[in-house]
C-alpha cells in the first residue's frame, strides 16, 4: 500500500473527515454504529482506487475526496448486511456491529448509508458515475441472494463461484475504478480499461479471502477463521478439493457442510482435505492469474508514479495476510 499512500495519502485523510462528516443524523445510534465500523480498521482499497484512477486520467478537482467517501459508504453498508446474513462474530480483529447491537440496528443502519450513498451521489454532479454506482449496488444485491442460492452447494462449479464474486465483491471496486475515470474525463476506452482492471482485481481479493479462511490465524484475518465453511459457503479452495477427493472424503465433508455448529476437529478435518488435495496452492494460483490479468488492462496508460501505485496495489491483494 505504500506506493499509494505516498500518493494519495492526504486525500485518504480527507475522506475519513468526509466520511464522519456525511454521518450526520439526528439519530445517534446511525452515527454510532457507522462510526464503529469505520473505525475498526481496514485499507480503505475502494477509495484508494477510486483517487488512483482520477490521478491516473489526470483529475485534480475537489469531487474525488466525496466520490470515495461514497465508495466507503457503500462497502460499509454491505459489511453490516454480510455479517448479519453470515451470523459473524468478528469482523477486523473486533466484535462485529451485530454483536454489540443485534442484527436489526445493524440492517437498518446499512440501509442508511445506502439511502445516503445515492443523496452524495447526486451531489457529485455526474450522471454517468451515479449509472455506474447505482448499478453496482444492484448488482451487489443480486450476488448476496446468489450466494444463498449457492450455500451448502457441494457441486458449486469454478465458473459459477467466479460469478458470484464479480457481483458479491469484484464489482464496487470495479465501480470505484470506473468513478475515477469517469471524473478524469477519460476516454471510452480507458473507463473500460480501468472497470475491468478493477474487476479482475476483486476477484483476486476475494480469492485471498477464501484462501485466509483455511490459513490464517483469528488475530491474522481479523474474522473467525473457518467461518465461511461452518456457514456452508462453497469457495474456492473447497471447490477444487471436492473435484479431487474420494467419496468417503467428500462424505466426510457434507456432513461439516450441513451442520448447524462445527467443531475444531471438523474444520480440522475438512482444511486437511484442502490443504491434502492442493487447494491452497490453486487459490494461490487463481489469485495471481487475475492479477496479472487485471495489470494487463493499463498497458495503455503511460508509465508514471501514479501508475506503479495501482500496480504495487495489485500486488499487495496477493501478499496481503488480512
Known sequence: MQPALNII?????LVELQFRKDLESDVPLIRKVAEYVLSSGGKRV???????????????????????????????????HDDVVDSATLRRGIASANTLWGNEASVLVGDFLFSKSFS?????????????????????????????????????TEE??????????????????????????????QQQALADFGMDLGIAFQLMDDLLDYVATEEEFGKSIGHDLEEGKITLPLIHTLCQCNDSERAIIANVVEQDEMSIDDFRA???????YGGIAYTTDA????????????DQF?????????????DYVVSRSK
Open 46 to 80: 475502494r477509495p484508494a482506487l477510486l483517487l488512483l484512477a482520477a490521478r491516473l486520467c489526470g483529475y485534480n478537482d475537489d469531487k474525488a475526496v466525496p466520490l470515495a467517501s461514497v465508495i466507503e459508504f457503500i462497502h460499509t453498508a454491505t459489511l453490516l
Open 270 to 276: 475438512v482444511s486437511g482435505f484442502v490443504k491434502h
Open 160 to 189: 459459477q463461484y467466479i460469478n458470484v464474486v464479480r457481483s458479491k465483491t469484484a464489482i464496487l471496486m470495479s465501480a470505484a475504478c470506473e468513478a475515477g475515470a469517469i471524473l478524469g474525463k477519460a476516454s471510452q476506452s
Open 120 to 156: 452524495l451521489m447526486v451531489g457529485v454532479g455526474s450522471l454517468d458515475i451515479l449509472r455506474v454506482l447505482s448499478g453496482a449496488t444492484t448488482v451487489i444485491a443480486e450476488g448476496e441472494v446468489m450466494q444463498l442460492l449457492c450455500t451448502g452447494e457441494l457441486d458449486l
Open 287 to 298: 489469485a495471481r492469474f487475475y492479477i496479472n490479468k487485471c495489470k494487463s488492462h493499463l
Open 302 to 314: 503511460l508509465p508514471s508514479p501514479t501508475l506503479d501505485a495501482l500496480l504495487s496495489l495489485s
Open 9 to 13: 495519502g492526504e486525500d485518504l485523510k
